[in-house]
């Protein structure tokens, strides 16, 4: 980032570095349409994301909507080369406040006033019901404490995230069919599957014909 200017010169960085939090200032734009559902991801309340605040990974203390990345380097799927943000007037409140001579107030803004999935849909969306579910079969909340245990974590709890991720899969596979759901769709209602969010962890998912295994690191 530029550090010498005390002005944003949109060169585009900041947005390299992936889509930006959505807080309570940014629902009209997501009710609206503006900004899709299409465009979101869910990071479920204990997943483990980078702080910018320790600059540590940790466990997110709230669940995070974020506008989506893409490539390689997960730039914010707003975000042009040639032509910068393509929803410049309608950026979300954090690319407004961002300044990266001065990241006192984006720093501030860490995990505060930011909305989920349902300050954005409205209370008889009929996927809310069924986000609920999702969460009782499917929590994360433990995955810092799996992080920290490694290879220490015993067969029994093994056992017990294989089972979640596979009753993960099961519903997800089911919710899609019935609500003929698309990728981008489901990884705003479901976030990232229980697998993916255990790969940092040196978990492999092995397919077999009959079964789904997951293979932790020695
Ligand atoms: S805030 Fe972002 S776009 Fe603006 S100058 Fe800094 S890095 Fe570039
Ligand atoms: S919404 Fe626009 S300003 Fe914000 S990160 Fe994406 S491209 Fe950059």
């Known amino acids: 980032m530029h550090t010498t200017t005390m002005t944003c010169r949109r060169c585009g960085k900041c947005c390299e570095e992936g889509g930006p939090a959505l807080h309570t200032q940014d629902?009209?734009?997501?009710?609206?349409?503006?900004?899709?559902?299409?465009?979101?991801?869910?990071?479920?309340?204990?997943?483990?994301?980078?702080?910018?605040?320790?600059?540590k990974i940790q466990a997110i203390t709230v669940e995070l909507v974020k506008v989506?990345?893409?490539?390689r380097q997960w730039s914010c799927v707003y975000y042009q080369?040639?032509?910068?943000?393509s929803i410049y007037k309608d950026r979300p409140y954090a690319c407004r406040v961002l300044k990266c001579w001065n990241t006192?107030?984006?720093?501030?803004?860490?995990?505060?006033?930011?909305?989920?999935?349902?300050?954005i849909l409205a209370d008889d969306h009929p996927m809310v019901p069924i986000i609920r579910e999702h969460e009782?079969?499917?929590?994360?909340?433990?995955?810092?404490?799996?992080?920290?245990?490694?290879?220490?974590?015993?067969?029994?709890?093994?056992?017990?995230?294989?089972?979640?991720?596979?009753?993960d899969l099961r519903f997800r596979a089911r919710i899609?069919?019935?609500?003929?759901?698309?990728?981008?769709?489901?990884?705003?209602?479901?976030g990232r599957p229980l697998f993916q969010l255990l790969q940092p962890l040196g978990v492999r998912l092995i397919e077999t014909q009959n079964e789904l295994y997951l293979k932790w690191q020695e």
């Open 27 to 55: 629902t009209d734009l997501v009710r609206s349409g503006q900004i899709p559902i299409a465009s979101l991801i869910t990071l479920r309340k204990g997943e483990l994301a980078h702080n910018p605040k320790t600059n």
């Open 68 to 71: 989506i990345g893409t490539g």
């Open 81 to 85: 080369k040639e032509k910068g943000c």
């Open 104 to 119: 006192e107030e984006i720093l501030a803004l860490v995990e505060k006033d930011t909305v989920d999935r349902y300050a």
């Open 136 to 167: 009782k079969i499917c929590p994360c909340d433990d995955l810092e404490d799996l992080y920290m245990k490694g290879a220490a974590l015993g067969e029994s709890k093994k056992k017990e995230v294989e089972k979640r991720m596979r009753h």
């Open 176 to 190: 899609i069919k019935d609500f003929d759901l698309k990728l981008s769709e489901e990884l705003f209602y479901f």
